[in-house]
């Protein structure tokens, strides 16, 4: 499975873990069809999971004008697994996460989506570059 492959699956287990409250393992086996899981794929889905205090804290401090609670339930699966990407995957570069979270809001989210996503990005990119 390509990343981008494993990111659009992954994106669609969290989005179900987030507003069905599932397991995380019922979520992924929700969206793969396969008897093999890519490892990547499961690495997102847990470690957003997993980390998902510290990843919400960085989004609320470089939200402006929003609550986390009130940003699409899309867009913030969204931003999860791109700030978990960028936090705590050190082989994948920081312009790699953001592009590929640009172009799940584009397919997945609404018309402003990829907009909103890049400026909440561009604010937690700054704040993991700072610390």
Known sequence: MKRHTAREKALQALFQIDVGRIEPEE????????DEIDPFLRELVFGVVEHRDEIDELLRNNLEKWTLERVANVDRSILRMATYEMKYV???PFKVSFDEAIELAK????????RFINAVLSKVKDALQMS
């Open 27 to 34: 979520a992924i086996h929700n969206v793969v069809n396969e």
């Open 90 to 92: 050190e082989d994948v």
């Open 107 to 114: 397919k997945f989210g609404d018309d402003k989506s990829s």
